[in-house]
């Protein structure tokens, strides 16, 4: 007769082995990138084929060089890993395979000045490149959940289609009163530059995947219109008291309204509000400060 004790170690047994037969088959679906594998998949993830690596970054590279990763691998001098890494905005960390984190993060909080400089840079550095944007807001709007605005620059084509890189600006908690005021500014000086930027929502998780710069953005050379089509309007926020305090946190006693109202118009009297189209809405936010 089996003793209770048996039993049970067999069961363990078996679930040892389980657990090591699921090990292996984990292992044996996630293989491990090498720094050529990343190389192609960066460009692919960007809507570049394979074989149009060589003629969008030059570097000597040939389409017999690409054609598979060993050859490709020693071809992959520095010049050619920083210069991938700069046409896509990158980091070499990634690239390299030491670090998750794909694209750079930027945090312009309290500083859209900073903001200013930073995209009147890209626009020197590119004078022929077109940049947009698109502010993703969460669908439900509390809490942490942030908000990430996200700039697209044109960077070359192939043939008659436009590549473009990606600029991450996050740490936007969006139902907080004091980032909204500093989001609005960011979004009046993009189009107060004629850079445009389109909003739209999406669940907190999804954003929380873009965010933090671990995701390989690109969306297969589709742009950020993959993301999905325009629900809102941004510049709004500068022009309009009710769209800059939507899904605002009003906090006890209605401070938070009163407050984004109040560094609004400071913000405003710097010029920061001003999204290129003349017109004076302060007044519109002096009234509704004023019911409050």
Same mark, same amino acid.
Request: aromatic share 12%; with cysteine; hydrophobic share 45%.
């Given at each position: 007769?089996?003793?209770?004790?048996?039993?049970?170690?067999?069961?363990?047994?078996?679930?040892?082995?389980?657990?090591?037969?699921?090990?292996?088959?984990?292992?044996?679906?996630?293989?491990?990138?090498?720094?050529?594998?990343?190389?192609?998949?960066?460009?692919?993830?960007?809507?570049?084929?394979?074989? =149009?690596?060589?003629?969008?970054?030059?570097?000597?590279?040939?389409?017999?060089?690409?054609? &598979?990763?060993?050859?490709?691998?020693?071809?992959?001098?520095?010049?050619?890993?920083?210069?991938?890494?700069?046409?896509?905005?990158?980091?070499?960390?990634?690239?390299?395979?030491?670090?998750?984190?794909?694209?750079?993060?930027? &945090?312009?909080?309290?500083?859209?000045?900073?903001?200013?400089?930073?995209?009147?840079?890209?626009?020197?550095?590119?004078?022929?490149?077109?940049?947009?944007?698109?502010?993703?807001?969460?669908?439900?709007?509390?809490?942490?959940?942030?908000?990430?605005?996200?700039? =697209?620059?044109?960077?070359?084509?192939?043939?008659?289609?436009?590549?473009?890189?990606?600029?991450?600006?996050? &740490?936007?908690?969006?139902?907080?009163?004091?980032?909204?005021?500093?989001?609005?500014?960011?979004?009046?000086?993009?189009?107060?530059?004629?850079?445009?930027?389109?909003?739209?929502?999406?669940?907190?998780?999804?954003?929380?995947?873009?965010?933090?710069?671990?995701?390989?953005?690109?969306? =297969?050379?589709?742009?950020?219109?993959?993301?999905?089509?325009?629900?809102?309007?941004?510049?709004?926020?500068?022009?309009?008291?009710?769209?800059?305090?939507?899904?605002?946190?009003?906090?006890?006693?209605?401070?938070?309204?009163?407050?984004?109202?109040?560094?609004?118009?400071?913000?405003?009297?710097?010029?920061?509000?001003?999204?290129?189209?003349?017109? &004076?809405?302060?007044?519109?936010? =002096?009234?509704?400060?004023?019911?409050?």
């Amino acid at each position: 007769m089996i003793g209770v004790g048996e039993v049970l170690a067999t069961i363990t047994s078996l679930e040892k082995l389980g657990k090591f037969w699921s090990w292996i088959r984990g292992k044996r679906a996630k293989p491990t990138e090498t720094v050529a594998t990343r190389f192609i998949r960066l460009f692919e993830s960007h809507g570049v084929h394979r074989n =149009q690596i060589p003629r969008f970054i030059g570097h000597g590279l040939t389409v017999r060089d690409v054609q &598979d990763d060993v050859s490709l691998l020693s071809k992959l001098d520095e010049p050619v890993l920083e210069a991938a890494c700069a046409r896509f905005s990158v980091r070499r960390e990634w690239l390299d395979g030491a670090e998750p984190q794909i694209h750079p993060c930027h &945090d312009f909080y309290k500083h859209p000045e900073w903001f200013a400089a930073f995209l009147d840079k890209l626009l020197a550095d590119n004078p022929e490149g077109q940049i947009i944007g698109v502010l993703i807001a969460p669908e439900v709007a509390g809490g942490y959940a942030e908000g990430l605005l996200i700039l =697209q620059e044109t960077v070359g084509a192939v043939g008659d289609k436009p590549i473009y890189r990606y600029h991450l600006c996050n &740490d936007w908690l969006f139902a907080y009163w004091k980032a909204r005021a500093y989001l609005t500014a960011c979004v009046a000086i993009a189009w107060r530059r004629n850079v445009f930027v389109h909003g739209i929502y999406m669940p907190w998780k999804e954003i929380q995947r873009l965010y933090q710069g671990e995701t390989l953005l690109g969306w =297969q050379g589709e742009g950020i219109w993959g993301l999905g089509p325009k629900r809102w309007d941004p510049e709004d926020m500068a022009l309009r008291p009710d769209a800059f305090l939507k899904a605002v946190d009003r906090e006890r006693d209605n401070y938070g309204i009163k407050s984004g109202l109040q560094l609004w118009l400071e913000l405003e009297a710097s010029g920061l509000m001003d999204i290129g189209l003349k017109a &004076d809405v302060r007044p519109l936010f =002096q009234a509704e400060l004023a019911k409050w």
